[in-house]
């Protein structure tokens, strides 16, 4: 490349910035004013015995906030209720998340409607479906009677949500179905970018459906599932809504998350020092786990 192709790139990059600067600017202030700045305020918090509401002038304590987290009980059970529910439910809604957009991507009448059905409980509040799903889950709820229905009366009706062993798998189901429409819009922006021609050219090679779509479908989502995966996997740490309104952490901590562990801390004992050590320790854990799914999928990715 000669000098005056350099300039002329260089020239091209430099155009391209400045136009995209106005565009990147707002989402850079709120960025940097709802996410940095209480971030590093945060970061300093933990450093202090700072409490919610008392007289007493907040005073640097060093690192006994974080000494005390190696032995809080509560926030390991929480932690790895937190790691248990990522392991289920990522896979689960992305593989659901795939092949709802799969069906509806085909070209069949009524496919807009099906499209409008799966994305509808993204686009209700976490709340409002929660609330909904307690009083399904109840022992005298719409499900204990189906499927007391389906066995003939066969079936003893069980408080979901109460019962140690299925509480947790009960809000990772509801979780799964109302966070799989997002998912499986993205899936479907990516399916539709797929060139027919690969389609029609695999065809023509002798290539059934279950190998166009091993060998053309998934690699060309490969970036779109990257995305999938590590989006799925923040919002599933994020855990909080579902919990804190169906079991508040129970039955006896079975449902327990570090979401829930830091609100109790923060605003219910006041221990606001605490758990902003709580919270930055969280979120190194959870960008840790994303660098590394990131990794591990870049390494993936080379081997196509």
């Given at each position: 490349?000669?000098?005056?192709?350099?300039?002329?790139?260089?020239?091209?990059?430099?155009?391209?910035?400045?136009?995209?600067?106005?565009?990147?600017?707002?989402?850079?202030?709120l960025?940097?004013?709802?996410?940095?700045?209480?971030?590093?305020?945060?970061?300093?918090?933990?450093?202090?015995?700072?409490?919610?509401?008392?007289?007493?002038?907040?005073?640097?304590?060093?690192?006994?906030?974080?000494?005390?987290?190696?032995?809080?009980?509560?926030?390991?059970?929480?932690?790895?209720?937190?790691?248990?529910?990522?392991?289920?439910?990522?896979?689960?809604?992305?593989?659901?998340?795939?092949?709802?957009?799969?069906l509806v991507?085909?070209?069949?009448?009524?496919?807009?409607?099906?499209?409008?059905?799966?994305?509808?409980?993204?686009?209700?509040t976490?709340?409002?479906?929660?609330?909904?799903?307690?009083?399904?889950?109840?022992?005298?709820?719409?499900?204990?009677a189906?499927?007391?229905?389906?066995?003939?009366?066969?079936?003893?009706p069980?408080?979901?949500?109460?019962?140690?062993?299925?509480?947790?798998?009960?809000?990772?189901?509801?979780?799964?179905?109302?966070?799989?429409?997002?998912?499986?819009?993205?899936?479907?922006?990516?399916?539709?970018?797929?060139?027919?021609?690969?389609?029609?050219?695999?065809?023509?090679?002798?290539?059934?459906?279950?190998?166009?779509?091993?060998?053309?479908?998934?690699?060309?989502?490969?970036?779109?599932?990257?995305f999938?995966?590590?989006?799925?996997?923040?919002?599933?740490?994020?855990?909080?809504?579902?919990?804190?309104?169906?079991?508040?952490?129970?039955?006896?901590?079975?449902?327990?998350?570090?979401?829930?562990?830091?609100?109790?801390?923060?605003?219910?004992?006041?221990?606001?020092?605490?758990?902003?050590?709580?919270?930055?320790?969280?979120?190194?854990?959870?960008?840790?786990?994303?660098?590394?799914?990131?990794?591990?999928?870049?390494?993936?990715?080379?081997?196509?």
């Amino acid at each position: 490349m000669n000098k005056a192709e350099k300039s002329r790139k260089m020239s091209y990059k430099q155009r391209g910035l400045k136009q995209a600067l106005p565009f990147l600017l707002p989402a850079s202030i709120l960025l940097f004013v709802f996410l940095i700045i209480p971030f590093f305020f945060a970061f300093y918090l933990s450093f202090t015995n700072t409490r919610l509401i008392s007289p007493i002038p907040p005073r640097f304590v060093g690192f006994s906030n974080y000494v005390r987290m190696l032995g809080d009980d509560l926030f390991g059970k929480a932690l790895l209720n937190n790691f248990y529910f990522v392991a289920i439910v990522v896979p689960l809604q992305t593989i659901f998340a795939l092949f709802l957009a799969i069906l509806v991507n085909q070209k069949i009448k009524g496919s807009t409607t099906f499209r409008t059905i799966y994305f509808l409980p993204t686009v209700t509040t976490m709340v409002v479906v929660a609330v909904i799903w307690t009083f399904l889950y109840h022992p005298e709820g719409t499900i204990n009677a189906i499927l007391s229905f389906i066995t003939f009366g066969n079936w003893e009706p069980i408080d979901f949500l109460s019962t140690e062993r299925i509480a947790f798998p009960t809000i990772m189901f509801l979780s799964i179905w109302q966070g799989v429409g997002f998912q499986m819009l993205i899936f479907l922006a990516g399916l539709q970018e797929i060139p027919e021609s690969l389609y029609e050219a695999a065809t023509i090679d002798g290539a059934n459906k279950w190998k166009q779509f091993i060998y053309i479908t998934l690699p060309q989502l490969k970036n779109t599932s990257i995305f999938v995966i590590i989006s799925t996997t923040i919002l599933a740490f994020k855990l909080f809504d579902q919990v804190y309104i169906m079991t508040s952490g129970g039955p006896n901590y079975s449902t327990y998350t570090v979401m829930l562990h830091i609100y109790n801390q923060g605003f219910r004992m006041q221990n606001v020092g605490y758990a902003s050590s709580l919270t930055v320790i969280f979120f190194l854990i959870i960008l840790g786990v994303s660098l590394i799914q990131r990794i591990l999928l870049r390494e993936e990715r080379e081997v196509f």
